[in-house]
């Protein structure tokens, strides 16, 4: 069966749920608020990717625009692909479409976020041909 990766739709909402709880476990979304998401949310791009009729990943993208440059920029907010379908270009061919998509959209680049010591993804968004730069990231929660 062939691997197929496209832009989510509404009717993915019940997928996208499964996929996001193995992803950030229980209590992150409802499948309502998910396919509200994606009906409404128009700076963010999900795509996945569908092996028969269940999904088996996804790439969530996100344009950011500011009058400080002339130029915007795209981060890869979230990642994920099942276990079982993993080291098999699933995540490789997600961020090559969201990178595709987003070419010649006056974007200066890429960037995202991964945990200091998840060493695969690093190697993974190395491979991709993203550099580690010295910033840092601040969070406050409220």
Avoid: W
Wanted: one cysteine or more; charged letters at 25%; proline letters at 1%.
């Amino acid at each position: 069966m062939e691997i197929v990766i496209r832009q989510a739709t509404r009717e993915d909402a019940n997928e996208l749920d499964r996929l996001n709880t193995l992803f950030n476990g229980t209590g992150g979304q409802t499948p309502e608020a998910i396919a509200r998401s994606l009906a409404e949310n128009g700076q963010e791009q999900v795509y996945v990717a569908q092996l028969g009729d269940r999904l088996i990943g996804f790439c969530c993208v996100q344009l950011f625009k500011s009058f400080c440059y002339s130029r915007h920029y795209v981060e890869i907010t979230e990642l994920f692909v099942e276990e079982a379908c993993r080291r098999q270009q699933v995540a490789t061919r997600l961020m090559q479409q969201a990178e595709a998509d987003y070419a010649g959209r006056n974007t200066g680049g890429f960037q995202l976020f991964t945990g200091g010591t998840n060493r695969d993804a690093q190697r993974f968004y190395e491979t991709m041909g993203y550099t580690r730069t010295d910033e840092l990231m601040y969070r406050k929660r409220i």
